[in-house]
């Protein structure tokens, strides 16, 4: 049973290793502007991509993000290996004109599920899942990640019937599911990602 399985999980080396990714995460909510924008940029690199391949590029490119121009990022993008880097680049330059103040946009929202309807808005390639990736990394624990791991877990777990199509209203609706398994393990949202990845991947990744 997934309840149980987590909950060994939680008294496990690995629930030591989730208390320590979430205090990296919340040490990196506090963090100036600019690197809160790099951290969004991984997000944006990790959407039909891989997060190791996104973190391996982040490391690579650093400040980058925030001056290369746009066809010096796709041609750096494109030596690191990713699938998408013309696209890629031009969502990171687009998403520029907030890097600055965005650290005080996100504060004006009263929680993460608000402050991810701005950034699936306003931020060019961010999805629900990617804007929420972005969140749950800088310390939010009120919204879910769900990408196809995740959905396979909870399909075999008889909680989820996987959807063709991942509209906004179907992920809404997993991720009530996910809320109330929150609850039952008495962990939030955030802690409950880095452990439901680590059953489906033997990972704990950002």
Known sequence: MLVSRV?????SDVGELVKTRIRQFNALGKAPSGELFKELCFCILTANYSAEGGMRIQESIGNGFLTLPEPQLAKRLKALGHRFPRARAS????????????KRILSSFPDGKSAREWL??????LGM?????FLRNIGYDDVAIIDFHILDLLEREGLV??????????????EKVLEGLARELGVNLAELDLYLWYLETGKVLK
């Open 129 to 133: 899942k990617e804007a929420s990736h």
């Open 161 to 174: 019937k996987r959807p063709k199509t991942m509209t906004k209203r179907r992920y809404l609706e997993v």
């Open 7 to 11: 909950k060994n999980l939680t008294r």
């Open 120 to 125: 699936v808005k306003n931020i060019k390639g």
């Open 91 to 102: 969502y990171i330059v687009g998403a520029r004109k907030y890097a600055k103040d965005l």
